[in-house]
């Protein structure tokens, strides 16, 4: 049996990253701008401080400024919105991003709706999932819009494709699905109360997976030369490595998936690296429309 060809989201990824230094450079001669990024990290979550500090290296790699704004653990929701109004109103900073999740005593619904929709790099506040419902121009999620540029590489065009997203979260699936439908695709969301998930799955041309559970996507659930985009980031033990070692592995279930895809992303390596790279897009991008220039330009 042919094995699937992988989709190499690392390397996209250095491009995509590429591409965004060389315009940031263009953006500053030309007109003497420098995008900012400014980090939200409230607390001390292990994953999290990984994830602000990758974020901080990527976005002073590619030219723009970042600033980091560290909070204690027992912040309170009114010091945190003081200061997202302080960096909405700051010149210097086109993005602002909240690492979540946020401690308890503050409800992250109430940060997000402070965040100025068009410094909103996240693309979480409900007027940017509201644009992207309808068809306007807002700021989109970063991970679905990594998933696209993904799929667009490796098919072009997906007008007609029948594509299955199984999750419906805020921040994965549900704009995941609205980004396929505007593509032309005939879209199904599966999540925990569809019926016959393994039949939905067979019909799709493209198949995503934004679940968070390891390997549950099995190779016979997927249709022959399908393109598959595992979202899912799962540690497991792997006791194998050692002991008390771990691994990372994706919703689907990779060695038996590769037999039947036509193309699919692997974990590490897919979907992951994507994420932070349209991070630095989405700021280029706000940084541009606040000054009332082109993106595309
Ligand atoms: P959520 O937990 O918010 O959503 C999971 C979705 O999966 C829900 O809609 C849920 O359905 C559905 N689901 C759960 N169990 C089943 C099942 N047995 N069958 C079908 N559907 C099921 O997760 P996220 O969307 O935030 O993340 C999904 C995965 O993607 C995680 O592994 C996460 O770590 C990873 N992730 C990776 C990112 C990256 O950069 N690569 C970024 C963000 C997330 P229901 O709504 O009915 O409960």
Redesign the pocket.
Known sequence: TPMAQLIDGKAFAANLRRTIADQVAQLNRDHGITPGLAVVLVGNDPASEVYVRNKGRQTIEVGMQSFEHRLPQNTDEAQVLDLVARLNADPNVHGILVQLPLPEQIDSAHVLAAIDPKKDVDGFHVINAGLLATGGKGLVPC?PLGCMMMLHDHLGDLSGLDAVV????N???KPLAHLLLAANCTVTI?????RD?PDICRKADILVA????PC?IKGDWIKPGATVID????RIPAPEKGEGKSRLVG?VDFASAQKHAGAITPVPGG??PM?IACLLANTLTATCRIHGLDPSD
Request: no cysteine; proline share 0%; net charge positive.
């Open positions: 991970t199984v999750g419906r979260s921040i994965v699936g599966a999540h925990s109360r569809s998930l934004a679940v968070g559970r549950m979202v899912g980031i799962n919703d979907v992951g994420t």
